[in-house]
């Protein structure tokens, strides 16, 4: 009998432990996102264009790889390692179809903090070229690489830390004012790290608190110092750089093809230091030798993870939340999800891995990101191809690179920054949006530069949170309370007789970053929900449901979007009453559910707004011109449907 009993309670057991394989299957496509994608590929249509984005990102890769190994105080080599083996690995685990994965400009600035307080310029004693070393690299150089390889190592092991708890999920509080702020502080302090190459001047190595402010003194005490030949050469760099993409931006409807300034700057350049022998005559820095190859993989260096594991921090948070940012937004504009968990699995291998093979730290970069976008590329295969291109470039041309003064990458290094630069005019937005935000993004823009782009971006996180608790005790409303919800259907006289679906939410809480999410992944479901479904339905009817709208956990709407059913129409009133206050976030997303709904055929009105609401929505949002949008009551705007659709009857039930 007890035998019995014990066979009963092993076979539910056993099924629910027993893998199949169909959750095998979504398990690894899953993790795996190349297995979704790389099946349903489309040869005619995808890799042409995928083939031209590839060879344009593989320039981009090239240059920023090189510049931002100095950057990072290694060897320029060890820059196009970086550029080959994270935009691989990006491509099997990453969900972002459009980001460039390689080398980044800040991870650089804050690994190049280690590698110079580990191995300073002073040990230069120890350069003594052998065979037995890295490429003949001499041991200071080697030294220098295993610094940034661990730093890159311990970085990836942080991120691969952080999916293992799911922290993906707390991404919400990471708000567009802060990352703006913090990128923005960021890319003006990899500017000021190229003014000694820009201006041709020897200075040393400065960092720390108020570094920026200490080395623009020591600029104007020693500017006499100035290269003429070196600063002539960096500002025609600039001015051709900037000209020619801006023309590549006006006409690249025109052009199928746009020209890589990049490759042709790079080559005149090196063809012109190499003919007048600028190295010697004028004393002009170059890049020097870049060996052929890629050395056998080694571990990085264990012993020195204890010393590097702030700056393994800074590259894990900072090199995570500006891809992530890039994901999210190339996700939103061609219209496919990204799990924000999933990317802390994908960069976390993207610096892992490629630690073995002596690469400096990654992330994905704006400007390779925005290339991508305007050279017309489908898939993660546009980077596969990039790879196979920046594989030519070690074996073949990399040591014809000897002659390329490093003025001009330099050069190239700030006119790349130019997307994250332009930020500053976010501030105009933020100002009209939210002063709160715009004085969120202000200060977090202060403290990147008086200390570093980690303490900026944690000094925001911080503050956004003190705010936003500061003014909910101040809400008309403080529980939360369920959205209500109402809804009516009545005959038009318009096109026969089809039905006019009208629903009627009432918002009785502060939209703000901490729910916006849940509020746009609740409403859109509802929409879904009410669009799948076909029951038939009286002239009037009225339902009512309860969505917790005003949680402050975080939500991600996975959902494909659905046209809505052809023979109903809907028509959807949000009353704001209960909007106590919002913040940029908050706006943004109710200008997002407005775009959303009007892709979808739905009707949106807002009713009982403030006029810093409407002020807010219509900055926000690309508002439609010929329609009302706000209305001062709920009942007004069932009016002006009711005038609009030619209603014939209304029910009474038009009030929340």
């Known amino acids: ?64 790889g090189l510049a931002f190994a100095v950057l990072s105080s290694v060897h320029p080599v060890f820059g196009l390692y970086g550029s080959l083996f994270p935009a691989v690995i990006y491509a099997i685990f990453g969900m972002g179809r459009h980001v460039a994965t390689g080398t980044f400009a800040l991870t ?143 006409f690249k409807r025109k052009i199928k093809v746009v020209l890589p300034v990049d490759l042709v700057l790079i080559v005149a350049a090196s063809f012109a230091c190499y003919c007048t022998n600028m190295e010697h005559t004028y004393g002009l820095a170059v890049v020097g030798h870049i060996p052929k190859g890629i050395p056998p993989p080694r571990a990085p260096s264990m012993n020195i993870l204890s010393a590097v594991i702030t700056e393994a921090f800074g590259v894990a948070l900072v090199g995570y939340v500006a891809s992530l940012a890039l994901a999210q937004g190339s996700a939103k504009k061609f219209k496919y999800s990204v799990d924000d968990n999933q990317e802390f699995l994908a960069h976390g291998l993207s610096n892992v891995i490629p630690s073995f093979f002596f690469c400096i730290p990654s992330a994905a970069a704006m400007g390779r990101t925005a290339g991508l976008y305007s050279t017309g590329a489908k898939t993660q295969v546009a980077c596969l191809i990039s790879c196979i291109f920046i594989l030519i470039v070690i074996y073949a041309v990399g040591p014809l690179l000897y002659w390329l003064p490093m003025c001009v990458l330099a050069s190239i290094i700030v006119v790349g920054l130019k997307g994250m630069l332009i930020q500053f005019r976010d501030l105009k937005k933020y100002w009209n949006v939210d002063k709160i935000d715009w004085g969120i993004w202000v200060s977090t823009y202060i403290f990147t530069i008086c ?118 129409k809907y028509s959807l009133i949000l009353d704001c009453s209960g909007l106590t206050f919002y913040d940029y976030s908050g706006v943004s997303m109710l200008a997002e559910v407005y775009t959303e709904c009007k892709n979808r055929n739905v009707d949106i009105s807002l009713a009982h707004c403030t006029a810093s609401l409407m002020k807010a929505m219509q900055y926000c949002g690309n508002l439609d011109s010929e329609k009302p949008v706000f209305f001062e009551s709920v009942s007004a705007a069932i009016s002006t449907i009711h005038s609009n659709k030619n209603v014939g009857k209304v029910s009474d039930h038009s009030e929340v």
């Open 451 to 568: 200390f570093a782009a980690n303490v900026g971006l944690l000094f925001g996180v911080i503050c956004t949170i003190a705010i936003v608790i500061g003014r909910f005790p101040r809400a008309k409303t403080m529980s939360i309370k369920n959205i209500k919800e109402k809804e009516f259907k009545v005959k038009t006289e318009m096109d026969g007789e089809t039905l006019q679906q009208v629903k009627i939410m009432s918002i009785n809480n502060p939209l703000v970053f901490l729910n916006a999410k849940k509020f746009h992944t609740d409403l859109m479901k509802l929409i879904l929900k009410e669009s799948a479904s076909n029951q038939p339905v009286d002239d009037i009817s009225k339902c009512e449901q309860n969505m917790l709208l005003s949680s402050l956990s975080n939500g991600n709407c996975n959902d494909e979007a659905s046209q809505p059913c052809p023979n109903e």
């Open 1 to 64: 009998m007890t035998g019995a009993k014990r066979k009963k309670k092993n076979v539910p057991w056993s099924k629910l432990h027993a893998p199949h394989c169909e959750d095998v299957k979504k398990w690894c496509k899953r993790r795996l996102p190349i297995l979704e994608w790389a099946p349903q590929y489309n040869l005619k249509e995808n890799l042409l264009p995928d083939t031209v984005s590839g060879i344009m990102l593989a320039v981009q890769q090239v240059t920023q």
């Open 108 to 250: 650089s600035l804050i690994s190049a903090n280690a590698v110079e307080r580990l191995v300073p310029q002073s040990s230069w004693n120890l350069t003594t070229e052998s065979n037995k070393s890295v490429l003949g690299l001499s041991e200071f150089e080697v030294q220098r690489i295993g610094v940034a390889a661990a730093v890159s190592f311990l970085g990836g092991v942080i991120q691969l830390a952080m999916f293992v708890l799911h922290l993906g999920s707390a991404t919400f509080l990471l708000t567009e004012p802060v990352i703006s702020a913090m990128t923005t502080g960021a890319a003006t302090h990899v500017v000021t790290s190229q003014v000694k190459y820009l201006l041709g001047m020897k200075m040393p190595y400065i960092s720390g608190p108020l570094g920026f402010f200490y080395i623009y003194a020591y600029v104007f005490e020693n500017i006499k110092s100035v290269q003429l030949e070196a600063l002539l050469l960096s500002l025609l760099s600039i001015v051709v750089l900037v000209l020619v993409k801006e023309l590549n931006e006006q």
